[in-house]
């Protein structure tokens, strides 16, 4: 079973997991971000490059 008592550590260990969770978080929200502009961009080269 999960055993989730860590005692006198829980002030150290719970913290550690949320800020880690939340700085994954934050990663993974800007490599979407990130993809979504390459893909704007490619976009728009292409359209550029069909207009020409």
Not at 22 to 27: K, S
Not at 29 to 43: D, E, P, Q, S
Request: net charge negative; charged share 20%.
């Amino acid at each position: 079973m999960l055993d989730l008592d860590m005692a006198p550590y829980a002030a150290f260990v719970w913290p550690a997991w949320g800020i880690s969770v939340v700085v994954l978080g934050a990663l993974v929200a800007r490599t979407v971000v990130a993809g979504r502009r390459a893909k704007a961009a490619l976009k728009a080269l292409e359209a550029e490059e069909d207009a020409s």
